[in-house]
Structures are given as C-alpha cells and as structure tokens.
C-alpha cells in the first residue's frame, strides 16, 4: 500500500522530469546562442551584389552550427523510433526479484525504441530484417533497459563474432552496396560459415522477418538472465514482450512495394495509433529456470543465445504490461538521443556467462559515448534516470551540470558521496558464484546448430514453408556468387532439411543435392509439434483488428454519404480507420470525400478492400473501370487481402475482374471481411 503510494508520486516526478528539458521557441525574436537578437535570414553582404562580409559573425555562427547538426549513426539498429508509455507491474515479485519495478502496484515511465538492424538512417524500415525493441524503464530506483529483438534467438554464440557479423551483413567494403538487406555474397558466406546462426536466419526469411508494423511484433531478450530477491537468492529467466494484438505480417510482394511506396510505413504506423488513441501494449513475460550453477535446464544450454526453449518446455509468467501511449516531440532529442544498455540494469536483475551478452555489457556504454562525442550522455533528458543520480563522475566534454563542493572522491571523511552500505545487497552480484569455470583458453559450443532450425521449419505450415523457400530463393538469387550460393546450399541449407534444400536449388537454377543426402534423411523422426508450440504466424495469431485500416474505393457514381456513414460506424467501433480512395483527392459527384487517390495511394497501405453500394450496377461493369482502380484491386487480391464487395455494384465490379467468388472475396458481409482481417494473407498465397 505505502509502495503503490511512493510509486504513484515518481511516476508522476518522472513524467514531469521527462517533460522539463521541453523547450519552445515559438514566438519568440531570434538571438545569438549567446542571447543576442539578431536576424540571420539575409547575408551582410558588400552592397546587394557584393561579397559576404567576414562580419557576419551570427550567421557564422548559423552555419556552423548546422554544420555539426549530425551525430553519428548507431553502428547497428540505425534506423527507428519510438514511443513513451509506462510499465505496469501485475503484482508482487519479490518472491523473485528485488527490482522496485516488478514489485506490488508499480508503475513506471517507460520510452520504446524499434528499429531495424542492417539499413542506415533514412533508409527502409519495411524491408526485411531483425527489428529491435528496446526499452527503458524509468524506475524509482534507477534505469532499467531491457534491449531485445522482435525474433527470440541469434546469429552467433560468441560476441567477438560481431563485428564480423555487422560487416558481412552491411553494404560491401568495395563496391558501397547493397546498403539494405542480406542479399550479397559476404552475408551468406558469414552465415555458411556460422551454422549456429541457420534458426535466426530462418526466423528472419519466414513471415516473422517482414512484420506488418512493428504494434505486431514480440520483443525477445534473447539471452538468459538473472533474478535475485532480498534474501539473494537467484532464478535464471528469459524475457519476452508479447503483444496483445498479436502477430502480423506482410507477404513479400506487399513488403517490397510498400518500402518503395513509404519506407518509414513502421514509424507512422506507431505515431499515428497513438495520436487515434490506439495504444499498443505487450504484456512482460518470463520463462524461469532453477539457477543450479550448470547453467542447463531440461537438456537446454542457458548460456546459447542461438538456442530458444519452448513455452511448453518452460512455460510463460506474466509479469507486467507495457502500453505506448506518448508520442515524442523532438526525433533527435528522444528516439535518437536514448541510448539503451543491457548493462542498466537495476537491484534484482543480473547477468550470466553467456559470451555474446558479456560483450554487450560493454559495447552499449562505449558506442554511447561515441555517437554523443562524451561519457556525459547519460544525463541528456531522454537518458536520464528519474532516480537520484550521486556519483564522482566528473567534467568531461559537454559536461551540463556544476558541481557544488570540493569532495570528489568516496570513500570520504569530509563530505561528498558515500558508498552504500557493504550489507546492503547490491546490484550486479550472482550470489554464490564462482567465476572461473575452467582453464583459460578460447572456447566454441559444441551443438547441433542445425537441429531447432530443423524443428522450426518442420512446424511451419504450408504456406508459410513456402513463403520462407521463396525468401531464401530472393536473397540467393540476388546474392551472384554461384560458389557462395551452391556452398549455402549443400552444407547449411541440405543440413537442415534435404527437401528444404532441393526445392530452394530449384528456384533459382542450382544444383540440387541429390534426394536422401544431408544431415537428415528421414523427416519423419522428428516431431512436428516444436516450432508450432513455441510459435508460428499459423496458430499464434490473435485477430484483434484495433488500428487496422480499410480502404473503400470510390469514383463519381460508385458510393453514397450513407454507405460510407454506415462503414465508418461500423468499423470505428472496432478502432479500424476508413479511407476513401478514388480517381481524384475531393468531393466526388456522389458528395463522397475521398482523401486518397490511386495515384497517391496504394493497396499495400490498407488491411482489406472494400467496393461498391447500392449504386447502379451498369456504372461498375468492367468497362468502365479505369486501369489505376482494377489494379488497386488486384494488388490486394493478389496480397491475399480480404475484398468486400457491396451493394449490386460491387460484385459487378469482382466479376469483371474475374476474382469473384474467391476465397478471401466477400459480398456483402462486412462483418465477416472485418473477423477475417490480414491473418488471410498469410494462409492464401503461397
Ligand atoms: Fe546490439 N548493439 N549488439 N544486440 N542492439 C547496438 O548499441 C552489440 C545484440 C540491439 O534502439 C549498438 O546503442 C554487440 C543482441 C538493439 O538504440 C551496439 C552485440 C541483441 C539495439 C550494439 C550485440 C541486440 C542494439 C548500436 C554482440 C538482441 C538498438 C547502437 C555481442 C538481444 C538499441 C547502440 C536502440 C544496438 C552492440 C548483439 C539488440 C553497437 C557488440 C543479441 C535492439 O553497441
């Protein structure tokens, strides 16, 4: 009761704190930085035609200020956005865990980043690729940052591996490109050469790789980590932020479209839910392992993050939910300036041996230095804790804050910062542990890489196997190195599945190894339950339709005021939009707006189609369709996306495209097209 209290007053301090560092200058006369007014919009110049004077000091000071307007881009996950919200837990977890902002009636501000992995600022964020979900927990007793990606295992088991990982995967050093996306010789000769990798790689180049926005993606943390409570004791866990919209995704074609037609689909999407007041949210859930020093659980290596270990191996806990629900007001302050780390990490949570989070507890620190050109990054708004903040850490470029007193040094006998006490439990610890595990030396896993990317492509269904054989085929075919290629094949690719193999050789004209070869030759002694239990497109999909959006198509005679009334009455209660879209931006002859034209639009930005009304049938036979309107609907159709036709007119207008009576294709049963939504898309088209 007393906790939920003090909780109530930070979250309301932290919410003011984060507001605080807002500036506007709106209004205003403009000055120099240094508060002199001045007006910098014409050159001082030598006479109207002359040369400009060296006396010009505030616009001097103009340009030289935008000339270092830039930090450098994150080295990896350059491109994203985010959102504030708060973190809310569900209850009491001291049973596991110290952390304040897992304890009863906790709340806490929160700020997400989403990003992307291989393309640059500015690039596309639809293309395909790993997305991060990065968060960070204002808590009243520090920072906390859970830093996870939106597919739940890795590429490479040992961090040093890194760098070498980035750059296969990055533009090629010689030629600049490709500057998005794997598909180039250097990927897939890293990823022959890193079987560990062949699951996430596949997880990528399956439906979960292209994700409809990123309101439709879960959050992995990828690694284990550590609980410890009051008492010290210490529970292993693995943390996931499931969404309870559920997953979505695009199909391929729809992917690719979209980058070209709006590559920053993944942030509007974001901003504009929460500017309609459709908050996303993801409920925090952990599995749990018994810390017994063996670092196993039920025959699982804790300590390989290449390895995942299915809900029904280690079942989900919830244990809070996270809603987005603030959009920021400046990109370059908050979603660019945030810097998360796996190594903020507050009383109660801790960290294991695993090779690749043991690199991360020190990269994150060291690339924000870097991008912000000082160690004093931490206190930018977007950074700072809500917690009090005491330490020696001093000066340093950029350096925001004076200092009062002459005590720079703890421990200290005459004043300054004390050290907490030596009985407290501190963060950081792993109680018990002994930290040397063996002689010193360089050490790899030893595993069969290939087996959960086995399990995983077993557990696809159909449609779903085929659209990661065609990915697979996209990326090799573009990769042009028929070495790269054939070896991929024969030794990755025939190692996870000989059928896998010969009919992703087949699309694109390479050899395919001969039946029966590989690692596996009989299908049939694995079972086909793993990937389908831990998670598929197929069965994990809720259908929540909340921030979809429908287009209906219009032209002078197609659509009437009521109908579109009645539409938007009945889709609004399910917090799905409505577009018009027609020839022309305005008001049609019908008295309809349409805000969309097919010019300026696309099928690719919408959920489900809708045509037609009452209006005259003759009007929508296929010969008056202009060429722009059928193929709006073709597009949609051939992305599997559910068509509501209305009216008389609307099935008129299928049947001239010869698309009715189609699965997907729905006449006259709005309901029923809203109930279906996008899930079809996946289950249709292979
Ligand atoms: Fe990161 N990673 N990473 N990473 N990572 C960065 O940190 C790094 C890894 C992830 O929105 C960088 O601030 C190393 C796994 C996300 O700001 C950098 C290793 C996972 C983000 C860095 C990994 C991630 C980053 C670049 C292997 C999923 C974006 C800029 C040892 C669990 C955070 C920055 C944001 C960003 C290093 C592996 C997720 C360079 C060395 C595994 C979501 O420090």
Redesign the pocket.
Known sequence: MKLGAVTTLAFGLAAQLLNNAAYSTNGKIETTGEGVQVNTSNSLRAGPRGYNLLEDTSGRKKLIHFDRERVPE????AL?SGAYGQFESYGDWSNITSACWLQQGARSEAFT?F?VVVASAGGSEVNRDTH???TKIYSECGNQDL???HVPS?FIND?ID?PDLIHSVKQEANKGFPTDGTAHPTAYDFFNLHPEGSFQLMTVLSDLGIPRDERHIRGN???TYRFINAAGKSTFFKWYWMPTLGLRSLVYDEATTLAGKQANWQRIDLFDSIEAGNYPEWELAIQMFPDDDTFMYKGYDLLI?TQVIPFDVAPLVKLGKLTLNRNFRNFFAEPEA???APSNVVDGVSWVPDP?LQ??LM??DD??SHRHGSPNSYLLPINRAIAPVNNNYRDGYMQPLIFQGDQTSTPNNLGGVSSASANETLPYTSPGETAGQGPIGRYAPSYDSFYQTRMFWYGLGQYAQQHTVDAYRFELANVGDATVVQRYIDETLNNIDNCLARRVAYGIGATMPPVGTGAVSNNATYPNSYASSFYTLDTNVTKSNVGLQVAVIANDTLLTGGDVAAMISLLSAQKVSLTVVAPKIGTLASGVNATASFLISSSVFYDAIFIGSSGNASSTNSASLTADMASFVEQAYSHGKPIGALGSSGPAFLAGLGISNQPGVFIEEVGEVLAVGHVQILLRFA
């Open positions: 994150r080295v990896v996950h994203g980043r990003s991060g979900f990065a830093v996870g990606n890795f961090g890194f943390g990828v690694h993050p945030i810097s998360f690749v690199w991360r990269s994150y690339t924000a």
